[in-house]
């Protein structure tokens, strides 16, 4: 009878003065929610006594093994009634009672946690859970058996004013109508928005449901706002007016609140409803949402012209050229893969992003992650073939950056030199939707900078000195190229110690062969590792690319005009006339030029690459036209891409070595130049609407006749002095012909050829 008497009061004390205290928060990946003593964002464990009466928790334990309970011991403290204590999980192990320190970390990944008494005995212990930035995990209400997710974490206090709304569907794809439901965990006031404002009290309050439906034939609204001043007054193409109605989703945001204030967080959701939805997109699906005044308003707008906008500077003013940090807005990103499941959800900051095409109707946005958003990074492998998943900021880039229509130029040139010793921007179209309505095809790349070179070249980033032009080493590197004829061999060998010979070979390789004419004066950008690395160049933005064939690079970048200042001014194009001065670099340039064209430049190699790019993008191209009136049409598309790219990467290694073989006076070079002119004069489409261009495969066509005959041998066309250059296209529009066949001919002094061309509607 007194054992029994012993065992039960043990098991009473144990019961008041254990099981009474529990773990009742904690958080594994803390950035910004709460500092120790030293300034450090250290993770976190909080405890809470539930009962009625003070515990002393001398030698209590916490743990991250449950093999070794007394991992980390507490020191003499007593615990008062209904209260917190506060243990930091930062692995430096103090036992100060001013702040406790534990000797283990949590892992981010997701560990259980141990509580015990002094005796050894679990007390409490957690699941093992995946916690995302500033997210912890607590019992809500305090001490109870109810665990969530909390986005308003509460370190040292109660988790009682932390609101955690449900939804009765999730946000993404949806094949019909449904009513949402919205349930509050205590039952505070839900207020909602559905433009993309922030849910205050004065929103919309929400009462049993809210019904969500296709929103497809309600009127356009944030992509009627004009984005552009009238063409003439820009490079680029102006904004127009939608050919219709555009895709529409729901975008939902939505908040409760408590005697003013705010009690959960910001909850933001997007859902795309329709019959066939799941199966419409064949891209990723990236939803933003802001205030329309962070884009479109004419003071604070970044996305309009604005009251920046100078007609007497059209070219280089607006609010979409405004830079810096009082230029970023708050926006939420959602991102759906292909399959539609929610990849991320979070807050961000964006910027425009980009030169000149920050005047393009479609802009390219600069997304970034911050602590002050809520999450210190966008954890997701955005670009499938990096190995990163972990992203503090990257570029969603218009379509329209290209110099002519084919919108996929400079992610065909990247894609294709990619192989060799080069730095690169990786891609993933997306289907992009702001604001709940359907803004059109844009690709996420790589921003070039200092986080750049960390995840791909493993470098911690305050390692990496990165400049986009001249600094003080690399100035220092000119003036001795200025000051030490490269002709002499221990002069070139210094400068191998300062430059990645075989990295800056490979990269000038690559834009001499896509002939990209904005550079060398722009689109530079170069690095090195701080101490003693060397400089190695980056390609980007080779939209300026694909020009004629056989154009002769060599003489562009080594063009030496004072008077010049783009694109080829002579600080720019002076490393490489001073590199040639030295014979070893000669024979080291020639020679790897013809090992990348016997390899990564052949034209069955580089077709391959165009063709599988093309086909990522062809399921979305007939809507991205209809929503942008950009490209001109689907088989304008089409057809600029077989003459604007197909062409050149047939043509372009014939014309790369009759060009290197000219400048360097070679009678040999390794590498067989082969090219099929079969087709002297393409015409294409064909068949066609009476729209259709030629494209000259041939020698130049001077002082021509051009006519076109029916089959009846009547002549329904002809012009005189006609011009075509090799390698150059003219468009024609004969569309107030009959259907019918014709026979084009082309005569001159040099030159006859006939085709036939099939005019059908």
């Not at 773990?23 to 993770?43: C, Q, R, V």
């Amino acid at each position: 009878m007194k054992e029994t008497l012993i065992i039960c009061l043990l098991y009473f004390a144990i019961y008041v003065n254990g099981q009474s205290l529990v773990i009742n928060e904690f958080m594994a990946k803390n950035t910004s929610t709460i500092k120790d003593e030293d300034g450090d964002f250290s993770d976190w464990i909080e405890l809470y006594n539930t009962t009625n009466s003070a515990i002393n928790i001398r030698n209590y334990g916490l743990s991250d093994d449950k093999d070794d309970l007394k991992k980390w011991i507490f020191p003499e403290i007593t615990l008062l009634p209904h209260n917190y204590i506060l243990v930091f999980a930062s692995g430096k192990n103090i036992l100060d009672t001013t702040e406790l320190h534990t000797n283990f970390k949590i892992s981010s990944s997701g560990e259980a946690l141990y509580l015990s008494n002094n005796i050894g005995t679990i007390l409490d212990q957690t699941k093992s859970v995946s916690l995302s930035t500033d997210e912890s995990y607590g019992r809500i209400p305090d001490g109870e058996t109810n665990w969530l997710v909390i986005n308003t974490p509460s370190p040292n206090s109660s988790n009682n004013s932390s609101n955690n709304l449900f939804f009765s569907h999730s946000e993404g794809f949806h094949t019909s109508s449904f009513s949402l439901i919205i349930n509050s965990l205590i039952g505070d006031t839900i207020f909602y928005t559905l433009n993309g404002d922030l849910p205050t009290e004065s929103a919309n309050i929400y009462t049993d449901s809210i019904f969500i439906k296709n929103k497809n034939a309600q009127p356009n609204i944030f992509s009627e706002i004009p984005t552009t001043p009238k063409q003439d007054l820009i490079s680029y193409k102006s904004w127009q007016s939608p050919a219709d109605k555009i895709d529409k989703a729901t975008i939902l945001r939505c908040a409760s609140y408590k005697n003013g204030i705010r009690t959960s967080e910001i909850y933001t959701k997007t859902f795309f409803v329709g019959n066939e939805i799941e199966d419409k997109y064949s891209l990723p699906v990236l939803s933003l949402i802001t205030e329309k005044e962070n884009l479109f308003n004419v003071d604070t707008g970044i996305y309009v012209p604005g009251v920046n906008f100078d007609v007497n500077d059209p070219q280089w003013t607006g609010n979409y050229f405004m830079q810096g940090d009082d230029w970023e807005r708050n926006i939420h990103i959602e991102y759906f893969d292909k399959e539609g499941n929610l990849g991320f959800s979070q807050n961000a900051g964006v910027r425009i992003h980009g030169g000149k095409t920050r005047q393009a109707s479609q802009k390219s946005f600069r997304l970034y992650a911050r602590n002050e958003y809520g999450k210190e990074y966008f954890n997701y492998k955005l670009l499938p073939k990096r190995q990163t998943e972990k992203y503090k900021r990257f570029i969603l880039r218009t379509t329209m950056g290209a110099w002519g229509n084919t919108i996929i130029k400079d992610v065909v040139a990247q894609n294709i030199a990619s192989p060799l010793n080069i730095d690169y921007q990786e891609f993933q179209p997306v289907i992009v939707y702001l604001n709940g309505e359907y803004w059109g095809i844009q690709t996420i790349r790589d921003r070039i900078d200092e986080r750049y070179i960390e995840y791909t070249h493993n470098i911690d980033k305050d390692l990496v000195e990165f400049q986009k032009w001249h600094n003080i080493d690399y100035n220092n590197l000119t003036k001795y190229i200025e000051n030490n004829n490269l002709s002499l061999n221990k002069n070139y060998n210094y400068v191998l110690t300062k430059i990645d010979i075989d990295n800056y070979i490979d990269y000038t390789i690559a834009e001499l062969f896509f002939t990209n004419y904005d550079w060398p004066s722009n689109n530079i950008k170069f690095w090195k590792e701080i101490d003693n690395g060397k400089w190695r160049w980056v390609l980007y933005d080779l939209d300026g690319g694909f020009g004629r064939a056989n154009k002769n690079m060599l003489k562009h970048a080594t063009v030496n005009d004072p008077s010049i200042t783009w694109p080829n001014s002579p600080s720019s194009t002076f490393l490489f006339r001073n590199l040639l001065k030295s014979e070893l670099f000669k024979a080291h340039f020639i020679e790897r030029y013809a090992e990348i064209l016997n390899n990564e430049f052949r034209v069955d190699v580089m077709k391959a690459k165009l063709d599988s790019i093309k086909k990522i993008y062809n399921p979305e191209m007939m809507d991205h036209i209809k929503r942008w009136n950009y490209p001109d049409s689907f088989n304008s598309w089409e057809n600029d891409i077989e003459s604007d790219l197909l062409y050149f990467l047939e043509r372009r290694p014939c014309g790369a070595t009759d060009n290197l073989m000219a400048f360097f006076d070679l009678t040999n070079f390794n590498f067989e130049c082969e090219i099929d002119n079969t087709n002297n004069l393409v015409v294409a489409p064909n068949p066609n609407n009476g729209n259709f261009f030629l494209f000259n495969n041939s020698i130049d066509i001077i002082n021509a006749t051009i006519t076109l005959t029916n089959i009846n041998g009547q002549v329904v066309f002809k012009q005189h002095n006609f011009n075509l250059k090799k390698y150059e296209k003219k468009y024609f529009d004969l569309s107030d012909l009959v259907n019918n066949v014709f026979i084009l001919q082309i005569m001159a002094d040099n030159y006859n050829e006939q085709q036939k061309i099939i005019i059908m509607r």
